[in-house]
């Protein structure tokens, strides 16, 4: 493209900022992206950029943020609900860009924020050791409690034959919610390992994690899985791993 696109996120963890880099990357686009910037100057772009916008734009409140051209914009949803069509990873049908925003939301809104939270119930900037006798608890209830709601929800929606045959959410047209739910998925197994095999195990949410599966072997998302840009979950961002909190599903 004559006009690049540009990620601008921290660096370290796939966070929020990797919904966007995996539409790009099943598109096959080139793009600019911050994360091959050291930590500290990666936060000090983010940083400049959240002061004081530039080019017309307002100052956005966190990352990640997405520039193409003069246009820069922010929040993980709204991205990529700029992108989808422009990829032709949006549907076909009409107003199915809509349909897929909302089960991208959905997909973001349960398996992204309800897994944060569960690792820092009280206050975001205090350390999990200062909140942990909350977190377990809320780890608890969450795992027995809405994980199977939430699974079940998803295959529900993969069983649904109003969408059509396929193997996606859209039945056999992949869209970016299907990315959205891959992630969301994969970095909930790597928070909850144990109750993840546990729900896997079940057989009743088959669909669910045959999407997870089926995203992994993409072309493309597979050779951007197994490269050094695929950041490694660690413990700090969204997604992170503890052993206390990783309770029995059922």
Known sequence: MATPYELIYYTGVPGRGEHVRLILEEAGVQYKDTQHLSFDEARKTVTTWLAGGGLGNPPYFAPPLFRHGDLVI????NILLYLGPKLGLAGSRENDSYRVNALALTAL??????????HHPIALML????QREESQKRSKYW???????????????????????????LGDTFTYADLVLFQCL????YAFPKAMKQ??????????????????KRPNIAAYLA????????????????????????
């Open 199 to 216: 729900a896997r195990g079940t057989g009743k949410y088959d669909k669910v994690f045959k999407l997870w599966e089926d995203v992994q």
């Open 109 to 118: 809104d349960v398996l992204s924020n309800e897994v944060h939270d569960s």
């Open 227 to 250: 490269s050094d840009r695929r950041q490694k979950y660690q413990d700090w961002g969204v997604y992170r791993h503890y052993d206390d909190n990783d309770v029995d599903a059922e």
């Open 127 to 130: 350390p999990w050791e200062d």
């Open 74 to 77: 922010s929040q993980t949803p």
């Open 186 to 189: 994969d970095g909930t197994q």
């Open 143 to 169: 795992v027995q409690s809405r994980l199977p709601t939430i699974l079940a929800y998803w295959q529900r929606v993969l069983e649904n034959e109003e969408r059509g045959s396929g193997p996606w959410l």
